[in-house]
């Protein structure tokens, strides 16, 4: 078994929760979505530092044993109010996409959404924009290495 294919099925089981009330607790998550499949594990993220520490983030991961739950939960409980805020679940490989997306474009500027070129077709991005939000990244994080190595002049 080809180790990617299953780290290609583990990715589209996995679901991002978003928009969570911080009053959810990581036992009322698990029950909101079990009824649509087996849950295998749940990653309820916690602030580590700061004046927040110890309280909730408000998005958490949630990976289902197959796909297919994963996407009927998605179906079931995006939009879904707990606590009075609407959920925001998607396939945690949508999110990373969407961010990439949307670092890309809001970079490239008006002129590619006007003219009608856009790297999204049906909320997949091209691998084109995939590689071009890469390396912005990796430019800006040079940016900062070399920023922070460079002796302050007094």
């Known amino acids: 078994m080809d180790p990617r ?6 990715s589209e089981s996995r679901l991002y929760v978003g928009n969570l009330d911080l009053r959810i607790t990581e036992a009322a998550l698990i029950k909101m979505f079990s009824p649509y499949g087996k849950i295998i ?3 309820f993220l916690w602030h580590t530092r700061g004046p927040k520490r110890g309280e909730p983030r408000g998005f958490a991961f949630i990976q289902y044993s197959t796909k297919e739950e994963a996407k009927l939960a998605k ?3 995006h939009g879904r109010l707990a606590c009075g805020r609407p959920l925001m679940v998607r396939l945690a490989s949508e ?14 500027g008006c002129n590619t959404i006007k003219s ?3 790297s999204t077709i049906s909320g997949q991005v091209s691998c084109s924009a995939e590689i071009a939000a890469i390396k912005n990244k990796l430019k800006a994080l040079d940016e900062e290495r070399d920023g922070a190595k460079k002796p302050k002049a007094s």
């Open 116 to 118: 009608g070129t856009t």
């Open 95 to 108: 999110k990373y996409l969407e961010e990439a997306a949307a670092q890309n474009s809001s970079k490239a």
């Open 75 to 77: 179906e079931k409980m």
């Open 5 to 10: 294919s299953f780290a290609d099925e583990r």
């Open 41 to 43: 594990s749940e990653d």
